[in-house]
């Protein structure tokens, strides 16, 4: 099976790219065998490998069984060659973008922008920069989003004719004497129009495709000025100031389309949040409400389908293309599932960690991966980082998870759930979610999990109003637990989204938390527990437990025996599980080899200038 | 001293807060409310005035704090201690081969002026000066790595790391070769060069005939009467390197995922993480200030001129 697969990934990388990306699609489509009991494996580390060099390296001498999101191309191409590795393709929820400012002329002018898209060369950016190792991408909801995606919007292929054709009707006529075209309201050449860009150096694939795009406007006569400049000063000028003409950026997306009310809703232009292009639509506006706060699937879906129509007509930006997460693993070991969206490495793929073992035993041992930045903190309330949330997402569990091939919904530590709505003053609308708990569930402690904890655990987070967690009781109203298996979220908003706000949420010990006065300097991975010899306060209710962190150099989890999906398979580990050291002759070797092939160079150096005298 | 430290922290501030970007415009997150944006300026103190923001930086210097980490709320000493034996092993280690072999390099080439080996000295010196460090950390990981896989990729400890202590030892200095190898390689250059072209200045004295006039051998007038001559610019470069042994060598760091200062200053620039930049500069000005110092005092040690 295993030959297969490869043999697969090495036809799709010798295909051309165009070709590649469709194979891509579907080879995503096997996302491998699964079960919902686990882990199988003793312990995990996270070993710190800064550069993707090293981290090559690591993995095709053993170091290491796992390179995390793949990007350049030479390193995939040489990956995929090795018998000894497989990967992992999966389209991701990825969007670049080039983004107009429409608070300015001419982006204005929806012609003018649709004109623009015309001369985006998607696939030749696909096929020469990323070597097809993106997708092309003509919407604002990525498909990797499943049944959000809505295939069926107005598309802008490459098409010098067309763009010309649109100018030319819009009478932004091309001045022979100048090589530009005229702004059609004061008949002037149209001004220098400047096009940002990360820098070559921070982002060498974005300043290149910035470069295409000015070459292609000038040629249909745009006065497309590519200016490359730091990144946070272009941040700084785009989001804070809109100061800016048009450029490209990317987003990196959630499992739903809610980022289409965030960066695209009227009242989210204003300088910080995140409508950079300034697009004010009234029409739009109601849509993505009804996106944002309706209460039904089917209601938000459909407002989610007539956005992408929607903004596909306005072009307030116009979307390039869509990575694909590659993942590298050893091919000694099985159970890797390839979830759609996030990849097989991710964190938010916990099927990947509870099902992978050794290609020669199903159960125990340990699996090196690596981590590409050091972890600054593990403390859930206040990581914004994902590498933190690569060594956090295994100790924890959701209130839900998701189904990898369906991406269905799937009950975890809920086993049933419902949002209805209630009235929270007279006339005014607001949303009761409500989970009914599993039974079962002991934190890693062995104390159990109830209904009291996540009720602690929101009402934490609103009096400590965490930033981080703002959506989650910016609305609140109160939390009812009517029994130890049932909590009662009631808010004064409605919104289909609150559902996975919470379920989502990393549920954090009452009996841990409670005592905790100041959250921002709480490091719990740091502090023994009270209780429990060998843990820290570092605990959920996940597959495995948090065991140190060395800092800049690993990370440790190991197999969490109270895990309510334990599989029934998994023997108890008789003893401590064993840390294999590394022999001492392994260092020795050379440590000292270094030193006595120099003395002996330097005694052959002696004798030589001996023997000449 | 004093005046110019402050002048420092001052313009510190000043350069670092006049930065077009703000922390929290570093998370680039389309679902991340604008409400949250603004609580995390809040909880960053970045809400309050500029002048209020500089009186709490002096005020927290001068007590001997250098602030609180933005992103890992750990205090900027802390960090900083957590990763400074590492930057000192590495690149202090480092200083002290590149300039030992360098020096010594220098010395002799200048010695035997247009033999075989000045030129192999000159040649090597200008090869290893010229080459960028990343190529050189790639190509030793490459032979040592993965040819010849006698050599780990990564860190400072294997993972896990004996628990011996002996074993332990070993094991660092077995994760320090290759980083260690790459400085240094980088390194000597630049000191055999210099020393070179200062020897052979100092060589052409009129002192220098004397000396050979007298009888006296080759090795005194090398050493005692041509090295000692070039101590005084030797140390000054020397005390300038000290603040470069604190800052560590931030691309050699990341190719070998060493845990170091330089590595961490650098995100912090990249991170726009106020408290991190001001501490490590201001801790940068202060080893510079007293490497002038010593380099001061040097002086007045090895050349009795100047005590004069």
Redesign the interface.
């Given at each position: 099976m295993n030959k297969v697969i490869n043999a697969m990934i090495l036809a799709i990388l010798l295909c051309s790219s165009s070709f590649l990306t469709t194979l891509c699609y579907s080879y995503s489509q096997d996302i491998g065998q699964w079960e919902s009991n686990g882990p199988r494996v003793d312990e995990i580390?996270f070993?710190?490998?800064?550069?993707p060099?090293?981290q090559k390296?690591?993995l095709?001498?053993g170091?290491v069984q796992m390179m995390p999101d793949l990007i350049r191309p030479i390193d995939i191409e040489e990956l995929a060659e090795d018998p000894n590795i497989k990967l992992f393709m999966t389209p991701g929820l990825h969007m670049f973008y080039l983004c107009f400012n429409m608070r300015r002329e001419p982006f204005d002018d929806p012609d003018f922008r649709k004109a623009v898209a015309y001369i985006l060369e998607k696939e030749e950016i696909t096929r020469t920069i990323f070597k097809g190792y993106v997708s092309p991408l003509d919407t604002f909801v990525p498909p990797a989003q499943g049944e959000w995606y809505n295939p069926d919007v107005p598309t802008y292929p490459f098409d010098l004719d067309k763009a010309n054709e649109i100018l030319d009707g819009a009478e932004y006529i091309l001045d022979p004497d100048t090589g530009k075209r005229v702004d059609p309201k004061t008949g002037e050449p149209l001004r220098d129009l400047i096009f940002f860009t990360p820098t070559y150096e921070v982002a060498p694939t974005s300043a290149e495709i910035g470069r295409l795009i000015c070459e292609r406007a000038n040629e249909v006569g745009l006065p497309f000025v590519h200016t490359p400049m730091?990144f946070?000063?272009m941040?700084?000028?785009t989001?804070?100031e809109r100061d800016f003409d048009m450029y490209v950026?990317a987003?990196?997306?959630?499992r739903f389309p809610?980022?289409l009310y965030?960066?695209f809703h009227s009242k989210?232009d204003?300088p910080?949040?995140?409508n950079m292009p300034g697009i004010r639509d009234k029409e739009l506006d109601t849509i993505l409400e009804r996106l944002w706060y309706g209460i039904e699937k089917d209601e938000v879906k459909e407002a989610a389908h007539e956005a992408q129509e929607m903004l596909s007509e306005l072009v307030p930006y116009v979307p390039i293309y869509s990575r694909f997460h590659i993942y590298a693993f050893s091919t000694d070991w099985n159970g890797i599932v390839n979830m759609p969206g996030f990849g097989a490495g991710h964190y938010n793929n916990g099927w990947t960690w509870l099902n992978l073992h050794h290609k020669d035993r199903p159960f125990g041992g340990t699996f090196?991966r690596v981590l590409s930045e050091?972890l600054?903190?593990l403390?859930p309330l206040?990581s914004?980082s994902a590498y933190e949330q690569d060594v956090m997402s295994p100790i924890f569990s959701g209130l839900l998870t998701v189904n990898p091939e369906t991406m269905d919904d799937m009950p975890w530590i809920a086993k049933d759930w419902e949002i209805k709505e209630w009235e929270y003053e007279e006339g005014e609308i607001g949303s009761i979610v409500t989970y009914h708990l599993l039974e079962s569930i002991t934190w890693q402690d062995g104390k159990p999990f109830t209904s009291e904890d996540i009720k602690f655990c929101i009402e934490y987070i609103r009096d400590n109003?965490i930033?981080?967690y703002?959506?989650s009781w910016?609305n609140l109203v109160k939390v009812e637990t009517p029994d130890e298996y049932t909590v009662s979220i009631y808010l004064n908003s409605t919104g289909y989204w609150y559902l996975y706000t919470y379920a989502g949420m990393t549920i954090l010990p009452k009996h841990i938390w409670e005592g905790v006065e100041d959250y921002?300097?709480f490091?719990p991975w740091e502090e023994p527990h009270p209780e429990v010899e060998g843990l820290t306060k570092l605990i959920g209710t996940g597959p495995f437990i948090f065991k140190e962190y060395?800092?800049?150099?690993?990370a440790?989890v190991v197999w969490n025996p109270l895990f309510f999906r334990n599989h029934p398979d998994h023997p108890l580990p008789a003893t401590e599980i064993t840390?294999?050291?590394?022999e001492?002759t392994?260092?020795?070797?050379?440590?000292i080899?270094?030193p006595i092939l120099g003395i002996a160079f330097w005694l052959l150096y002696k004798k030589k200038l001996s023997t000449r005298k | 001293m004093a005046i110019t430290l402050f002048a420092v922290i001052t313009i510190n501030f000043i350069v670092f807060n006049m930065m077009p970007a703000d922390p929290v415009s570093t998370i680039l997150d389309p679902n991340l409310p604008f409400e949250a944006q603004q609580l995390l300026r809040k909880e960053f103190g970045l809400d309050q005035p500029l002048h209020i923001r500089y009186v709490l930086y002096v005020k927290n210097l001068l007590s001997g704090e250098l602030g609180v980490s933005f992103w890992s709320k750990k205090p900027v000493i802390d960090e900083i201690m957590e990763r400074l034996p590492n930057t000192i092993l590495l690149t202090g280690t480092a200083a002290l081969t590149s300039m030992f072999i360098g020096i010594s390099l220098g010395i002799f080439a200048s010695s035997k002026r247009g033999s075989k080996f000045d030129i192999a000295a000159i040649g090597s010196g200008l090869f290893a000066y010229g080459v960028p460090t990343f190529f050189i950390g790639l190509l030793l990981l490459l032979v040592f790595a993965y040819l010849i896989p006698i050599f780990p990729t990564a860190g400072t400890i294997s993972r896990p790391p004996p628990t011996e202590f002996f074993a332990h030892i070993l094991d660092v200095l077995w994760h320090l070769t290759l980083p260690l190898l790459t400085i240094t390689i980088a390194a000597f250059g630049g000191w055999a060069l210099y020393t070179r072209n200062l020897l052979l200045d100092v060589l052409t004295e009129d002192y220098i005939v004397t000396a050979r006039a007298k009888g006296l051998s080759e090795r005194t007038i090398l050493f005692k009467h041509g090295f000692r001559n070039i101590l005084p610019p030797l140390i000054t470069i020397m005390a300038l390197s000290i603040p470069g042994i604190f800052t560590g060598s931030l691309i050699t760091e990341v190719i070998f995922s060493w845990h170091g200062v330089g590595r961490f200053l650098f995100e912090g620039v990249m991170r726009v993480d106020y408290p991190v930049m001001q501490g490590c500069f201001y801790i940068i000005a202060i080893l510079v200030l007293l490497s002038n110092f010593f380099a001061d005092i040097l002086y007045s040690l090895v050349d009795p001129r100047i005590r004069r």
């Open positions: 580390f070993s710190i490998i800064l550069s060099d090293p390296i690591a095709k001498t170091e730091d946070p000063v941040i700084r000028k989001g804070d950026l987003w990196g997306l959630g809610t980022h965030t960066l989210f204003i910080g949040a995140q090196k050091k600054d903190t403390n206040v914004t109003q930033p981080l703002v959506q910016d921002r300097n490091r060395i800092p800049g150099e690993y440790r840390e294999a050291e590394q001492l392994s260092y020795l070797i050379p440590i080899a270094i | -």
